[in-house]
């Protein structure tokens, strides 16, 4: 790799840290419940995607890949661990508060905090595809790309969920 390339090369993946090393801690904290080992994790989702462009690797879409690292080590973590999940409740009395989203939507009328009460009562069907639309905040393409499923069933889930979260909250 050329010194240029290099170059280039840390200031994607320091523009990537800028735009999404929040977001990714945020995450980490609310799969494992703590703040130090999911910014270790984050850190080393990081280094991983240095170390893959380093190698040569090129990276379509930084923020599907980063999650998918993170969500790999996340996962690795807790079969290292066989660590039991915390129910929503306890999440909320930690005092997670997910992250607002800028999308004018439905849900810019509801809490964040009923919005995670109202997603494991879909149909297991739309709660993932809910979950890293509303909550991870993912882009249509990006959820694609994770789930291996066309952006236009991604769409049509999200649509559907979308009307049985409004029934939920407004059941009138």
Known sequence: MTPQEETLQQEILSAAHGDYGKKLNSYAY????????GEDMVQDTFLKTWKFLVKGGKI???KAFLYHILNNLIVDEYRKQKHQTSSLDDLLEKGFEPSDSENTNIFSSMSAKALLLLIPRLPEKYQKVMHMRFVRDLSLEEISLISGQSKNTIAVQ????????K???DPA
Request: hydrophobic share 45%.
């Open 30 to 37: 609310f799969k494992i419940h703590n703040h130090e080992m």
């Open 60 to 62: 379509e879409t930084m």
């Open 158 to 165: 999200v649509h559907r969920g979308t009307a049985k979260l």
């Open 167 to 169: 029934l939920l909250f």
